[in-house]
């Protein structure tokens, strides 16, 4: 391994960040975290802290998970590669296919695409909503609907869709025929609504009314995340999504569950949408299908969908698809990861520890005027919406968000900066004591505010 200042300026020289600025790299240098033990990163300088970000809400079983490594490598010395394009196959990705199948079978889920990842997943659940429809003879039906604030990655499909401009106004234009439904934000929405299930019904109202004035024969689908989670931890309403369920059945459109942060036991139970109450008509999963140890992701399909394609002529054929979709070594980590995850039963786990860490955090609310908002309380994600005016609810100013974020963690925990918010999405196999730390570093960092 070269030494810690090569590594520096060779960041700084050769490697681009996603979401980040190039050139800002010299003035501010990104942490380089070296290695990584259950639920604690170590930095290059030797910082230790406990990673209440999950990787970015990925690393549902920590860093020291031996099955899920051991699958790997039995994996890469019996087959490192072969593709799963119509013709060839592998077990791993036959195995993987039943697993998560019967992950989500009670969300209505029994077919799976895998895709290299969450964008990859969101790309392709919209293009085959436009085929569902096509094949069952509504080609019109090629709109789509989404929430501001949510997130559906960045490929040019799930930007279309994303609900924060930041991620669409430099790649515009971007997909025709994309509307966004003000987000169920009691914070802040245009209808200064602050009751939950009030707000869950305007929403209601304007999906209606804009799918009204688009005209309903020509919208595919319309995707959500059962709690938005890049958008800064947006708990609905309990109402909310099953208002969206019944308002996509009455006027034939699809209901997309983004479940790429909420899947796999982050929300306390196994899927975001089962939380809610509501069978998605298609699911799209990555970060915990592997808890990150490789990159994969999937569609998932409801019976009904699946059925439109298996059983139509030539037009059923699905024309997209990647070199890495079904990837043996990833599909090894698929299997080994499911069982994992419904051994340890993590859901139950997210349960508890996310309602400790939404009080905890609600407790220091009491003590810190500067934070505005505190979202959370359903399994292992938390928001805290930082603010420089708590009556005006004035956004905090960037410079004092990093000096907060930069305090935390160095007394101790890892937490995320999306926009005004400190976000957090640990381990799920965190304990109380590690929640613990995480909330005394929190302490520590609005102090130094
Ligand atoms: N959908 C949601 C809800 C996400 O949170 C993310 C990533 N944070 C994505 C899609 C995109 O996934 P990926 O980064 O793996 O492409």
């Known amino acids: ?89 592998n077990p791993p990705a036959i195995e993987a296919s039943y697993a998560v199948q019967e992950f989500f079978a009670e969300d209505g889920m029994a077919r799976v695409f895998f895709t290299s990842g969450g964008s990859d997943a969101v790309d392709t659940a919209l293009r085959m909503a436009r085929q569902y429809h096509r094949l069952r003879g509504e080609p019109t039906r090629t709109k789509f609907l989404s929430l501001k604030k949510g997130y559906h990655g960045t490929h040019w499909g799930g930007a279309s869709v994303n609900g924060n401009n930041r991620f669409r106004i430099t790649y515009e234009p971007l997909l025709p025929g994309c509307f966004h439904l003000p987000s169920p934000y009691t914070y802040r929405n245009p209808f200064h609504e602050t009751d939950p299930a009030r707000l869950a019904e305007k929403i209601a109202a304007a999906m209606v009314d804009e799918i009204e004035f688009q005209d309903p024969s020509t919208i595919a689908a319309f995707i959500m995340e059962p709690i938005q989670g890049a958008g800064g931890v947006i708990v609905p309403d309990a109402s909310f999504m099953k208002h969206m369920r019944e308002i996509c059945d009455r006027y ?95 859901k139950t786990n997210a349960a508890a520890r996310g309602t400790q860490l939404y009080d905890g955090v609600r407790q220091l609310m009491e003590k810190y ?81």
């Open 252 to 346: 034939g459109i699809l209901l997309i569950s983004d479940e790429v942060i909420c899947g796999f036991g982050r929300t306390g139970d196994w899927s975001g949408a089962r939380h809610w109450g509501v069978q998605p008509d298609m699911m799209t999963v990555a970060k915990g299908i592997t808890s990150a140890y490789f990159p994969v992701g999937g569609v998932l399909l409801s019976e009904m969908v699946a059925e439109v394609f298996e059983n139509a002529d030539a037009g059923g054929a699905i024309w997209t698809g990647y070199t890495y979709s079904a990837h043996p070594v990833g599909a090894a980590a698929v299997v080994a990861c499911l069982s994992e995850t419904l051994r340890l039963d993590t």
């Open 1 to 89: 391994m070269k030494d810690d200042n090569f590594l520096r300026e060779m960041n700084a020289r050769h490697l681009w960040h996603p979401m980040g600025h190039p050139g800002e790299q010299q003035e501010h240098a990104p942490t380089i975290i070296k290695s990584a033990d259950g639920v604690e990163i170590t930095d290059i300088d030797g910082h230790r802290v406990v990673d209440a970000v999950g990787g970015l809400w990925c690393t549902n079983l920590g860093y020291s998970n031996d099955a899920i490594k051991q699958a790997i490598s039995d994996q890469l010395w019996q087959l490192p590669y072969y593709s799963a394009f119509a013709g060839t196959t």
């Open 369 to 449: 005027d500067i934070i505005g908002d505190v979202r959370g309380g359903h399994g292992l994600m938390t928001g805290i919406e930082l603010v420089s005016d708590r009556a005006a609810k004035t956004a905090m100013d960037a410079t004092t968000v990093k000096r907060v974020h930069k305090a935390t963690y160095e007394a101790g925990a890892m937490v995320r900066i999306g926009g005004n918010n400190l976000l957090m999405s640990p381990p799920l196999i965190i304990t109380e004591a590690e929640i613990d730390r995480v909330l005394s570093a929190l302490d520590a960092g609005f102090a130094a505010a």
